[in-house]
């Protein structure tokens, strides 16, 4: 299909504003290519059309989620990059444990951004589970996410073949991998587990975030993403990635990304073949936790770990109110509520950099002031979610929820927190509720306790989630994984079903390494 000078500008114009995406005169021959595989040899004006209904059609809409999963790039295999993955497993995830361990934070956190099929997430878990002898006494979080729903429902299978391991060791294959008929390999549980999937579009202003679980990230890798995008998305996602990083924290990108002026002020720190970028420590007290000098070949042979040789809680019952502590209350004539929204926003500023016990403290402060504060008990799900705490996370949502049934926050933190436990049929109902509450609210309306996310923002998220389909590790019977709303003719009335049956179906959660 050969478009017209006006049509392709007007696609590359669109594209660019809705994905970030940049189809210059170099790769005009690429979209060209993805609209004749979408639209056939169809005629000039039925191009037209389809470019004004695409204009017409929100972000979050099945069209513009397929058209991103056309017009992305997936191509990865485990373990990609070879220097890469020697310097975080050398240099930097080293320091990272050892850090955190002197601190006595046993606190892990890291987000592959433009994760296609799940490969690198994978080859990052497999590396924690190697560097972490006693990785059940952590909270390890592995974010992995991407544009593409289909790309995250083939990376939530754990299934590959043999194209997907064109570097990788034998041994990690045979430690971490079993055969499954004749060309595939089905990665191993414990692994498959430690990795949360999460639609996400990294052209947009939906991170870093609480409610997303995107933000207070010891490492970032977004490698041979943001090279596809227009020089303002790259910037603007690179800006947003920095913010996502707590202090001393690592971004990874490829080498045609590392251009200076776009990761400013982080600082560029080099390893054999391999360039990252580290987020400097708030204060001089920090720079004892700065990366020894030593190259990979000073390290020693006897290593505990093999070096990568490329050569070589509800229970299931129905859910009763919540019981609050009795307060006495006491009439005065100029009475006016307590002030937590200043402690909210200090939890919120504090989760943000990582500090999580303190944000959990003020989270109670604000709740101790007034307990019948939804977005405190939001911001305190959010926090426990953060901690690996998923009973007390479901506990505080169970109490938003029943204060406020209509809260669009609490049911899609509810739904993103059931999605990673494999609860894949209680959770889309939950998302199809935010869907229902939110539709009809103005886009860039913020949505009340989503830390300033807009309506539409939450909105495509949640879409991106129900998107994502039923998944092989989710619920048992095929009825629940079809996501259908409870049969009620009052809406409310659905909304308030759907989440309450979520929450009374929540199993009991390990502590550990589940997002």
Known sequence: MSLSIEVWHLARALIARRLGLDFSQLRRADLEREFARILGNLS????????????????DS???????????????????????FEALEREILPTLIATHRAEGI??????????????????????IDRLLPDRWEWTVTVLATDINPKALEAAHRGLYREWSFRETPQWIRDCYFRPRGKETFELDPRIRQMVAFVPLNLAQECYPAVMTNTNAMDLILCRNVIMYFTRDA?????????????????????PAEAAADLVRPLVLVQFPWATFFRKEPRDASDEAASLPTRTLAQWPAE????????????PDTPCDPPVFPQVQMQVHAAATPPETEPILERARAFADQGRLEEAYRLCQNALGRDRLDVEAHLMLAAVCQEREDIPAALEALRRAIYLDPDS???NFLLG?????????????RCMETVVTLLCAVPRDEPVRGSGGLTAGRLLETAQGYLAMGSSPSGDSKPSDTQGSRPRNDDPKANKLTGARQALAGAGPAQKGNEP
């Open 44 to 59: 000039p004006p039925a191009v037209d059309r389809y470019l004004d209904r695409l204009a017409s059609l929100p972000d």
């Open 62 to 84: 099945p069209e513009w989620g397929r058209l991103a999963g056309e017009l992305t790039v997936g191509e990865t295999y485990f373990f990609r990059d070879h220097a890469c």
């Open 106 to 127: 046993l606190r892990l956190r890291l987000w592959s951004a433009g994760c296609a099929t799940g490969e690198e997430p994978y080859s990052l878990a497999i590396l």
């Open 234 to 254: 790259q910037q603007a996602t690179l800006s947003r990635l920095q913010d996502a990083l707590v202090s001393g924290g690592w971004l990874a990108v490829s």
């Open 303 to 314: 290593a505990s770990v093999p070096v990568l040789d490329l050569a070589a809680v509800v």
């Open 408 to 410: 669009a926050s609490a």
């Open 416 to 428: 993103s927190l059931l999605f990673r436990q494999g609860h894949m049929g209680r959770a889309r």
